[in-house]
């Protein structure tokens, strides 16, 4: 079965960092770029950036650059999203996800999505 | 940048017709084509209903449909069903190998 499972939920205070997973299953890891969406609550989605599982490079959304990495483990087929210096407006459910059934450039859409993984900051 | 622009919300009844329209730039929508439509049940991940401006996934219904001109683009749901309630969210790719999405559009069924 094809899968993203992520990890549970998080809570932190303000100037913590969290770092969430998400592992893969059913598919070939290093063959589609994993991408990172987060969603406050009542909010919309929110694009972070994406990881190539392959090279490892990433591409980082600006608001984020300076706080976030987006790491992999091929070994384990994990790919994970560290988020640093937390404020109360990065409450919000992260989800990973992928594009799986279509591959090649660019990474534009997501047909396999994690379960996301709720982040509250709060002191 | 700034998201894409969808209306807050739209409402049909059953069996009828509704447009969700998704506005954009040169640097997105206009630039490629490159959108993509997802569905988001309250409390439920997204779910990719149309990619690549109109095309569909396997298992979506084909009462979805997507269409693009210029710097806007639309996902059109024939034949209305309560179970299409829900939020839908546009994205596009954009210049600066990023992904925007819009900021939803919640579909009422009457």
């Known amino acids: 079965q094809v899968l993203l499972v992520q990890s549970g939920g998080e809570v932190r205070k303000p100037g913590a960092s969290v770092k969430v997973s998400c592992k893969s299953s059913?598919?070939?890891?290093?063959?589609?770029?994993l991408t990172w969406v987060r969603q406050a609550p009542g909010q919309g989605l929110e694009w972070m950036g994406w990881?190539?599982?392959?090279?490892?490079?990433?591409n980082y959304a600006q608001k984020f650059q300076d706080r976030v990495s987006m790491t992999r483990d091929t070994s384990t087929n994990t790919a994970f999203l560290e988020l640093r210096s937390l404020r109360s407006d990065d409450t919000a459910v992260y989800y990973c996800?992928?594009?799986?059934?279509?591959?090649?450039?660019?990474?534009?859409?997501?047909?396999?999505w994690g379960p996301g993984t709720m982040v509250t900051i709060s002191s | 940048q700034s998201a894409l622009t969808q209306p807050a919300s739209v409402s049909g009844s059953p069996g009828q017709s509704i447009t969700i329209s998704c506005n954009g730039t040169?640097?997105?929508?206009?630039?490629?084509?490159?959108v993509s439509w997802y569905y988001q049940h309250p409390g439920k991940g997204p779910q990719l209903m149309i990619y690549?401006?109109?095309y569909r996934p396997s298992g979506v219904s084909s009462r979805f449909s997507g269409s693009k001109s210029a710097n806007t683009a639309s996902l059109t749901i024939s034949g209305l069903q309560a179970e299409d309630e829900a939020d839908y969210y546009c994205?596009?790719?954009?210049?600066?190998?990023?992904?925007?999405f819009g900021g939803g559009t919640k579909l009422t069924v009457l």
């Open positions: 996800a992928a594009k799986v059934a279509t591959l090649g450039a660019p990474n534009d859409h997501f047909d396999l």
């Open positions: 690549d401006v109109s």
């Open positions: 990881l190539s599982t392959y090279t490892g490079d990433t």
């Open positions: 040169g640097s997105d929508i206009g630039a490629y084509d490159y």
């Open positions: 994205s596009s790719y954009t210049k600066f190998n990023t992904v925007i």
């Open positions: 059913g598919y070939t890891f290093i063959n589609s770029d």
